[in-house]
Nanobody, 125 residues
Framework: QVQLVESGGGLVQAGGSLRLSCAASGGAFSQYPVAWFRQSAGKGRDFVAA?????????YKMYADSAAGRFTISRDDTEVFLQMNSLKPEDTASYYC?????????????????WGQGTQVTVSS
């Protein structure tokens, strides 16, 4: 059974950068698509970025419009990373990584069945 643990969150000023990590233990993690979602107070869980299983070229990637050009998702066999640059106050949220054992590479949280506990990102203006 794969378990996911996020790290790398924190407090940063607007314009700064953070690198989130999603570390996996157990199971066939390298074969699962993985996504990052975020949730701010009083709102639903929003898609940020996703990466497919490794295809020899680092995997297919897709981004929310709000993340494209600023965030980069990447992975190795045991971790998925989210490099976040040019951070804005509206990026403040709890960030969650999620994996899909069904192999669903999508923007929908319901397609992912393994979730981490989340890491808080706070961007000050």
């Amino acid at each position: 059974q794969v378990q996911l643990v996020e790290s790398g969150g924190g407090l940063v000023q607007a314009g700064g950068s953070l690198r989130l990590s999603c570390a996996a233990s157990g199971g066939a993690f390298s074969q699962y698509p993985v996504a990052w979602f975020r949730q701010s107070a009083g709102k639903g869980r929003d898609f940020v970025a996703a990466i497919s299983w490794s295809n020899g070229y680092g995997g297919y990637k897709m981004y929310a419009d709000s993340a494209a050009g600023r965030f980069t998702i990447s992975r190795d066999d045991t971790e998925v990373f989210l490099q976040m640059n040019s951070l804005k106050p509206e990026d403040t949220a709890s960030y969650y990584c999620a994996a899909s054992r069904r192999g669903l590479y999508s923007r929908q949280p319901d397609d992912y069945d393994i979730w981490g506990q989340g890491t808080q990102v706070t961007v000050s203006s």
